[in-house]
């Protein structure tokens, strides 16, 4: 994400996006002149400049493997190790051999590379500077999942994107929701080729594939006659996107279906939307998303126009100026807003792993979010980590309540400490305020004073308080994650122990490097 050309116009408080190897504002590169650094990836390095040529504002990439090479003086780059000399420029070759490719598009859903060459020992691409935000990011900030017509808004454009690079004999092999950009004002853009990435981590090509695991489908895994990529490998990550948009969490990995398929199918996924939405999905629209999600490749539309042509895609009017905010018809959550805005620069891309190729599929066993145990739905019932929550959110701190008043054992009676039957036992009384973030948490011990002569041990107890209302217990298990998502959102339910150990755990992970 960080390797792509944007701007969202970040508010002035967030901090900039720096490098040690970056070059500095005011250099100049030809024609350009550097404003400032807009992303920091693996392999590149992303900045804003102007055009002094066509006076215009354009985003420029340079090939920049943090990993191999550093700045050596001006704007010289040298490699780090004469042993990494051959695959450094191999990366290089294939970066030119990416901009060359791009430079041959021209389609509005697609990046469009104005111009690329090689010098300091590395390479630039030219760019036009998109402003917007990921599909990833935008459903952070959605209330509810996106109706079908925008669904198939961003399917047309995407669509378009995948056809042309099918008919120039390419894959692109990582379509994800950030890699699909939702421009403030244009169609939807396709992102990130990756071929610099693909080149850099197996040189080779044979023994390494680098994926996103829950969009990516079987035949990426591994290399055998019979599970052969091609149009069908693009069409499967894009519905894992869609299905990702309606359950606010993506499929399970293929390799894990391959065992023992538990997903959730579409269409009880779309049902569930309906139910507590009241989205309705059409059945051409849930049959063809079912159909690209399929793990056999040869069971899945072969070629785009298949696709298009079982799930009736017509070109949307207006997609030129097409406002994804306005076009969603569903509620934002404008508290997340600069919080997404903020990150989209630096952000990593999230689940990519390098899997063997010739990996044994029967033996694989996935350690991620399943579906397939009940025993593990009661775990994540008491956890409050459920689906409704993506990942991105950010932890909110619960206000502080005020601490609970000592009542008199005459009034209520004195608890049992051990009582098995008790939904939120209390492992000791405390006289001391619950503290933010602490909520849904037994106090901890602490040593009390004695209690005076003339003051009756019972008045100095404070009692036990009353537990919380259990949330969704009318829920079955596909509904419950949907159900708990909403009831959260409610101001009444805001510092209930369930929302609140669920944010705290939907934000605790740490973000994968980049």
């Known amino acids: 994400m960080a390797d792509t050309p944007l701007d969202t116009d970040p508010p002035a408080a967030a901090q900039p996006v720096v490098h040690l190897d970056a070059l500095p504002p005011g250099t100049r590169l030809a024609e350009f002149e550097l404003q400032d650094l807009l992303g920091v990836g693996g392999f590149g390095l992303v900045y804003r400049a102007y055009d002094h040529s066509l006076h215009r504002t354009v985003a420029i990439k340079e090939y920049m493997p943090s990993a191999l090479a550093a700045r050596q003086n001006g704007q010289l780059l040298s490699i780090r190790s004469s042993a990494d000399q051959a695959t450094y420029q191999y990366g290089l070759q294939s970066f030119v051999a990416e901009a060359r490719l791009l430079a041959q598009f021209d389609h509005p859903s697609l990046v469009k590379v104005y111009r690329f060459w090689e010098a300091n020992n590395t390479a630039y691409m030219v760019m036009p500077l998109y402003r917007g935000m990921t599909l990833k990011q935008a459903r952070v900030q959605m209330a509810s999942p996106p109706p079908e017509d925008w669904l198939r808004t961003m399917l047309w454009s995407i669509l ?30 396709l992102l990130d080729l990756g071929a610099a990435r693909r080149a850099i981590t197996d040189q080779s090509r044979k023994h390494t594939a680098i994926l996103k695991v ?21 069409l499967y990550a894009l519905a894992a996107v869609v299905y990702s948009c309606l359950r606010n969490d993506p499929p399970l990995p293929a390799t894990a279906r391959v065992v023992r398929d538990s997903m959730p199918s579409v269409r009880s996924v779309a049902e569930t939307v309906k139910e507590h939405f009241g989205h309705d999905y059409s059945e051409a629209f849930v049959q063809a998303i079912s159909h690209a999600l399929v793990i056999q490749p040869a069971e899945r539309p072969q070629s785009v126009h298949e696709f298009v042509q079982e799930i009736g895609l017509q070109a949307p009017a207006g997609l030129g100026k097409f406002d994804w905010r306005s076009a969603l018809g569903v509620d934002l959550l404008p ?30 066993r996935w350690h991620g979010r399943g579906w397939g145990l009940l025993g ?17 959110l950010p932890l909110v701190a619960a206000p502080e309540p005020a601490p609970i008043p000592a009542m008199s054992r005459a009034a209520v009676p004195e608890p049992a400490t051990s009582d098995p039957t008790d939904p939120w ?23 009390r004073p004695a209690s005076p002569a003339s003051v009756p041990r019972a008045v100095a107890r404070p009692a036990k308080p009353r537990p919380p209302k259990p949330l969704c217990v009318d829920a079955n298990f596909f509904a419950y994650p949907v159900c708990l998502f909403r009831e959260c959102l409610k101001k009444e339910n805001f510092n209930h122990p369930v929302c609140v150990e669920s944010r705290r755990n939907s934000t605790s992970q740490p973000a994968p490097a980049p």
């Open 160 to 189: 378009q994107a995948l056809q042309v690079l099918h008919e120039h004999n390419t894959l692109h092999r990582d379509v994800s929701p950030d890699n699909i950009f939702l421009q403030d004002v244009g169609p939807p853009v």
């Open 214 to 234: 829950n969009y990516a489908p079987i035949e990426q895994y591994a290399q055998a006659d019979d599970l052969k990529q091609g149009p069908w490998t693009d």
């Open 335 to 364: 508290e997340l807003e600069d919080h997404s805005r903020s990150n989209l620069q630096t952000q990593a891309q999230t689940q990519t792993k390098t899997v063997p190729v010739t990996v044994s599929l029967p033996a694989r």
């Open 376 to 392: 593990a739905a009661a775990l994540l019932a008491v956890l409050g980590i459920y689906w409704g929550l993506s990942s991105d």
């Open 425 to 447: 036992p209390v492992a000791a009384q405390t006289d001391a305020p619950v503290q933010a973030g602490e909520i849904g948490k037994p106090p901890a011990p602490v040593a």
